[in-house]
């Protein structure tokens, strides 16, 4: 397993993260032992960091995750998020601070090593949608650093979703250690320029602007929530539904899009789309660590082992390039 630093932090974390979310949904719907074995198997196989919510279950994520990390006494790097509520702006200080005390007690530590602001970033707040201010993230930021001073975190940052202007806004505004990025096949932009017309939102290289400000690259998204398996099934224990982020209106239209990388397959570079998926993500120096939601240990096993092959070779980014180039013309 590559070690990759986050950012300024002085944490090493594995390039493969492990998503606790609810879009996997292992930690929310699977059986405890199956996330006893899951969670072991992923710290043996090298990885490092483990990235839940507040919001994921309704805390049952984190609550899961600190019972299996204590049961193992797992040494790992965790990760979890505040996602403000409508009546929680109104009092953004005290409301992470509940926020963060609570998912402390879910996980069972009394030291979380990074918390993220989970709500999307946008010119004007929107508290029905989930959007906050770049006011808000001020005020989110100044609150996670008391928490810090409090020895209660030890890194704090942001989700690179929302408007692309203010969330480059939002980067630039110096504290946050952190950006979550959402960076796959079908949308490159927070890591790749794309051709001129490109049908998705263009997140103009987000990720290398925050690399820029020494912050650490979450890559999120990376499978586009299932959908670059190609495949329109769901796991047993992955959410039912989803609603994609950065790419098509319908999952159903990103499962079609994600044909168009069987390319890749066709000419030997992997052995399947999800290998694609993982090692583009990984692909991106920048990148700290590559988020896989896990619905199995069949998954986990599948995502080490792609992860381990590394980078897709240059010849298989000249083909995405052409795909991508197809995509702007569509």
Same mark, same amino acid.
């Given at each position: 397993?590559?070690?990759?630093?986050?950012?300024?932090?002085?944490?090493?974390?594995?390039?493969?993260?492990?998503?606790?979310?609810?879009?996997?949904?292992?930690?929310?719907?699977?059986?405890?032992?199956?996330?006893?074995?899951?969670?072991?198997?992923?710290?043996?196989?090298?990885?490092?960091?483990?990235?839940?919510?507040?919001?994921?279950?309704?805390?049952?994520?984190?609550?899961?995750?600190?019972?299996?990390?204590?049961?193992?006494?797992?040494?790992?790097?965790?990760?979890?998020?505040?996602?403000?509520?409508?009546?929680?702006?109104?009092?953004?200080?005290?409301?992470?601070?509940d926020s963060?005390?609570?998912?402390?007690?879910?996980?069972?530590?009394?030291?979380?090593?990074?918390?993220?602001?989970?709500?999307? /970033?946008?010119?004007? %707040?929107?508290?029905?949608? =989930?959007?906050? &201010?770049?006011?808000?993230?001020? +005020? @989110?930021? $100044? !609150?996670?650093?008391?928490?810090?001073?409090?020895?209660?975190?030890?890194?704090?940052?942001?989700?690179?979703?929302g408007e692309?202007?203010?969330?480059?806004?939002?980067?630039?505004?110096?504290?946050?250690?952190?950006?979550?990025?959402?960076?796959?096949?079908?949308?490159?932009?927070?890591?790749?320029?794309?051709?001129?017309?490109?049908?998705?939102?263009?997140?103009?290289?987000?990720?290398?602007?925050?690399?820029?400000?020494?912050?650490? /690259?979450?890559?999120? %998204?990376?499978?586009?929530? =299932?959908?670059? &398996?190609?495949?329109?099934?769901? +796991? @047993?224990? $992955? !959410?039912?539904?989803?609603?994609?982020?950065?790419?098509?209106?319908?999952?159903?239209?990103?499962?079609?899009?994600?044909?168009?990388?069987?390319?890749?397959?066709?000419?030997?570079?992997?052995?399947?789309?999800?290998?694609?998926?993982?090692?583009?993500?990984?692909?991106?120096?920048?990148?700290?660590?590559?988020?896989?939601?896990?619905?199995?240990?069949?998954?986990?096993e599948e995502?080490?082992?792609?992860?381990?092959?590394?980078?897709?070779?240059?010849?298989?980014?000249?083909?995405?390039?052409?795909?991508?180039?197809?995509?702007?013309?569509?």
């Amino acid at each position: 397993m590559e070690y990759r630093q986050l950012g300024r932090t002085g944490l090493s974390v594995s390039v493969l993260g492990f998503g606790c979310g609810a879009v996997g949904g292992l930690l929310i719907r699977g059986d405890h032992k199956d996330k006893v074995a899951a969670i072991a198997r992923a710290i043996e196989s090298g990885v490092t960091y483990f990235d839940t919510a507040r919001a994921y279950g309704n805390g049952a994520s984190e609550t899961s995750l600190g019972l299996v990390l204590e049961e193992l006494s797992a040494d790992v790097v965790v990760g979890t998020k505040v996602d403000l509520q409508p009546e929680e702006m109104v009092d953004i200080e005290r409301s992470i601070t509940d926020s963060v005390e609570g998912s402390l007690r879910r996980l069972r530590r009394e030291r979380v090593d990074l918390i993220q602001l989970h709500n999307v /970033v946008r010119h004007a %707040r929107q508290p029905d949608r =989930g959007g906050v &201010s770049l006011a808000d993230v001020e +005020a @989110a930021l $100044a !609150a996670f650093e008391r928490l810090k001073q409090q020895g209660k975190v030890g890194a704090y940052g942001i989700n690179g979703l929302g408007e692309t202007e203010v969330l480059l806004q939002a980067i630039g505004l110096g504290p946050a250690d952190t950006v979550q990025s959402c960076f796959n096949l079908i949308n490159p932009t927070a890591g790749l320029p794309v051709p001129e017309g490109f049908p998705f939102q263009d997140y103009e290289q987000l990720i290398d602007k925050a690399a820029a400000h020494q912050m650490g /690259v979450i890559a999120i %998204r990376v499978l586009a929530a =299932g959908a670059l &398996s190609g495949l329109p099934d769901r +796991a @047993a224990n $992955a !959410a039912p539904r989803v609603t994609p982020i950065g790419t098509a209106a319908t999952y159903a239209e990103d499962v079609a899009l994600a044909q168009r990388f069987n390319v890749l397959v066709e000419a030997g570079f992997v052995s399947s789309l999800v290998e694609a998926a993982v090692r583009f993500a990984i692909s991106k120096p920048e990148v700290s660590t590559a988020m896989v939601g896990i619905s199995n240990r069949v998954q986990l096993e599948e995502a080490v082992a792609f992860a381990n092959r590394g980078p897709l070779p240059a010849e298989a980014l000249v083909r995405l390039s052409e795909i991508w180039a197809g995509f702007a013309k569509n």
